[in-house]
């Protein structure tokens, strides 16, 4: 339990790695909101999946690509008497293709998705955090956003923007009790990834020097410590768990 209880909001909360990091702040006592892109009767669904399982979550649609879907949703959350503490940027998607292939579509969606949301969903909550004298946000990149990959020069693209972002306003807010860290996961065993044709995903293994995928609840893990009392001294860093792909 926490020193005091706080609300957090994680983007992308209803998807594998976002249920999970809700699921860690939810256990560190902390009230916790997602943001989701489900229909009304999918989100109900899931949230009952939550309470059943004795997790009380408050779920809102939104469009982190858009930065008057982000206001309206701000505006609800406030409606709601909430105020956001600990803010997880963690909504994301791919859309992967080499570069000589790839569509101004998909390099836009991704980028929008990836990098916009950055200042999209952290814009309307920044400024209470200052005022409190407290808060945390932590940017959800990628193993790909410091190594690169083939064939997703936009997600890449994105990811390793996010360093940037969070360096610079790092030093923004670092006297105002508001920290802002990245963290950088490799491949997890989520369902897009376990999807993946089992020769492609041995590969991928393979080059894994612990031998297998992460865990969500590893990174979850993570993820509240750095939200955590703990991690105040924390600040401008990127923390890898990959499991050992990448070092650096």
């Not at 939810?26 to 109900?44: C, F, I, M, N, P």
């Not at 600990?86 to 998607?93: D, P, S």
């Not at 990959?149 to 923004?172: C, D, P, R, V």
Request: some cysteine; glycine content about 10%; aromatic content about 6%.
């Amino acid at each position: 339990m926490t020193a005091e209880k706080r609300t957090a909001l994680v983007t992308g909360g209803m998807g594998g790695l976002g249920e999970a990091i809700a699921r860690a702040l939810h256990d560190a006592g902390h009230d916790v909101l997602v943001t989701h892109t489900r229909d009304e009767q999918a989100a109900s669904t899931w949230l009952k999946k939550q309470a059943a399982d004795g997790y009380a979550f408050s779920a809102y649609h939104v469009d982190v690509a858009d930065y008057d879907s982000c206001l309206g949703m701000a505006e609800r959350i406030k409606a709601d008497g909430k105020s956001v503490d600990i803010l997880v940027n963690n909504a994301g998607i791919t859309r992967d293709a080499t570069f000589r292939k790839l569509s101004k579509e998909n390099w836009d969606a991704v980028l929008r998705v990836n990098l916009d949301s950055m200042f999209n969903v952290t814009k309307p909550f920044l400024d209470g955090m200052v005022e409190r004298g407290w808060g945390r946000v932590i940017n959800m990149s990628s193993i790909n956003g410091c190594k690169g990959q083939f064939g997703q020069t936009n997600y890449s693209a994105a990811k390793a923007g996010i360093h940037g972002f969070t360096k610079a306003l790092a030093q923004e807010v670092a006297r105002k009790g508001v920290t802002v860290n990245t963290i950088s996961p490799g491949y997890l065993e989520t369902r897009m990834v376990t999807a993946m044709p089992e020769d492609a995903l041995k590969q991928v293994i393979s080059g894994i020097p612990v031998g297998r995928l992460g865990k969500p609840a590893e990174l979850a893990a993570l993820t509240a410590f750095i939200a955590s009392e703990a991690a105040g001294f924390m600040t401008g860093s990127n923390v890898s768990m990959n499991g050992g792909q990448h070092m650096y």
